[in-house]
């Protein structure tokens, strides 16, 4: 399959995401090292097929960085989410770290309704209610239930890459479906946050509850 020809065509089925968010992931994806490779990214969140798998993990991880950044601007927070009007989103890698320098790259300079966008690492708990998003990768995917418990009643985005994650209530897993990259959301924990998805995201994610049953693709 041709990357360029199979992008131009599913860019154009999917412009109902808007202009502006696929321009600024495009910009920010093009400054890492393998360019062609993780405009992948893009194409799988924008709703295509495509038949190449995930190279390396390095690459893997950029992609799941600008995964990270786009579900951002698709998820609305309450006001007293953040301390102040100007107060950043903070996308937060909570204890094992596989991303390197790629979510950082991803982000800089990046705002999102005004608001700039920054990554933090931290193992501690009580920090993670001071995040919009939080990360959690396979290796840290056994303390969940500690971070969902220390995070009731804070609207955070939950993201991990576990088995079952997100029907154990995080609120975004991502997984590999014929070695193509989806993400799941878990409605239950979304609502449960006081988050608001956009239905553009849900409209591409495998939609699921605390109790595991699958609706929708």
């Not at 309450?78 to 790629?102: K, M, Q, S, W």
């Given at each position: 399959?041709?990357i360029s020809s199979s992008f131009r065509r599913n860019e154009q089925r999917v412009r109902g995401l808007?202009?502006?968010?696929?321009?600024?992931?495009?910009?920010?994806?093009?400054?890492?090292?393998?360019?062609?490779?993780?405009?992948?990214?893009?194409?799988?969140?924008?709703?295509?097929?495509?038949?190449?798998?995930?190279?390396?993990?390095?690459?893997?991880?950029?992609?799941?960085?600008?995964?990270?950044?786009?579900?951002?601007?698709?998820?609305?927070?309450?006001?007293?989410?953040?301390?102040?009007?100007?107060?950043?989103?903070?996308?937060?890698?909570?204890?094992?770290?596989?991303?390197?320098?790629?979510?950082?790259?991803?982000?800089?300079?990046?705002?999102?309704?005004?608001?700039?966008?920054?990554?933090?690492?931290?193992?501690?708990?009580?920090?993670?209610?001071?995040?919009?998003?939080?990360?959690?990768?396979?290796?840290?995917?056994?303390?969940?239930?500690?971070?969902?418990?220390?995070?009731?009643?804070?609207?955070?985005?939950?993201?991990?890459?576990?088995?079952?994650?997100?029907?154990?209530?995080?609120?975004?897993?991502?997984?590999?479906?014929?070695?193509?990259?989806?993400?799941?959301?878990?409605?239950?924990?979304?609502?449960?946050?006081?988050?608001?998805?956009?239905?553009?995201?849900?409209?591409?994610?495998r939609i699921v509850q605390d109790n595991g049953h699958p609706k929708g693709h």
């Open positions: 399959m041709d808007g202009t502006e968010p696929t321009r600024t992931l495009r910009a920010a994806l093009c400054r890492t090292r393998r360019c062609a490779t993780v405009l992948v990214a893009l194409v799988v969140l924008t709703g295509a097929t495509p038949t190449w798998p995930l190279a390396t993990p390095s690459v893997e991880y950029q992609v799941k960085a600008a995964f990270l950044l786009n579900f951002a601007k698709f998820i609305e927070w309450p006001r007293d989410a953040f301390h102040g009007e100007t107060a950043p989103i903070a996308l937060c890698v909570f204890t094992y770290d596989p991303f390197g320098n790629a979510l950082d790259e991803i982000l800089r300079g990046k705002n999102i309704n005004g608001r700039e966008v920054v990554g933090r690492r931290t193992s501690e708990l009580p920090e993670l209610k001071d995040c919009q998003v939080v990360f959690l990768s396979d290796k840290a995917d056994k303390r969940l239930s500690e971070v969902l418990n220390s995070l009731k009643g804070s609207s955070v985005l939950v993201v991990g890459e576990g088995e079952d994650f997100a029907e154990r209530g995080g609120a975004v897993q991502f997984f590999l479906d014929d070695k193509k990259l989806r993400f799941a959301v878990n409605v239950d924990a979304v609502q449960r946050a006081g988050l608001t998805v956009s239905s553009k995201m849900l409209a591409l994610a």
